[in-house]
């Protein structure tokens, strides 16, 4: 082989290397880039003066973008009114002094990074710790899932299933 054969070989073996490297840095930095404003809701339940019930906040990176809130009682999806009514029927009757609501944002509204936290169920009360454990026994059978977005459109979702200790217990 010639001398210039083997110089325009290695030349385009640099060539593919360098065209490959470039690839792969663009790709690390664009998932860099996701990561650096990836949303991240937590819902958790808290008695305060924002009221008494379920909150979630962002405390992710970037904003999340509310899609959807998903309410189950077993197979059951559950429109606002329904949950709502199915609520009131849970409640113990010591608790229906208090008006409970269901709450979401806005379709396609921005959930700030650390912005106020946003009450989805419960009332404009402050419950007593008492009350507080019997509203989290209530909806304890009930599933709730919040679908949010990043701002690169990938879909997220948080889920609260009563079954763990709520903060209201300790």
């Known amino acids: ?10 030349s385009l073996f640099v060539a593919a290397c360098a065209l490959t490297l470039t690839i ?28 008494s019930g379920l909150f979630f906040k962002n405390i992710g990176l970037g904003p999340a973008i509310f899609r959807a809130v998903i309410l189950k009682d077993g ?10 009514k199915y609520l009131h029927e849970r409640i113990p009757i010591s608790l229906r002094k208090h008006v409970f609501y269901l709450r979401r944002p806005g379709k396609n509204q921005a959930i700030e990074v650390e912005g106020s936290p946003y009450m989805i169920l419960g009332t404009k009360d402050t419950l007593e710790l008492e009350e507080m454990i019997v509203f989290l026994e209530a909806i ?31």
């Open 75 to 84: 197979d059951k999806v559950l429109e606002a009114e329904e949950f709502t």
């Open 140 to 170: 304890n059978n009930f599933y709730i899932k919040i679908v949010y977005e990043s701002m690169y459109g990938d879909l997220y979702a948080v889920d609260y299933k009563a079954d763990y200790i709520p903060k209201a217990m300790y």
């Open 1 to 10: 082989m010639k001398t210039e054969n083997k110089i325009s070989l290695l």
């Open 24 to 51: 792969w840095q663009g790709m690390e930095s664009r998932n860099h880039n996701r990561l650096v404003v990836k949303p991240h809701l937590t819902i958790y339940d808290d008695h305060s003066v924002f009221g």
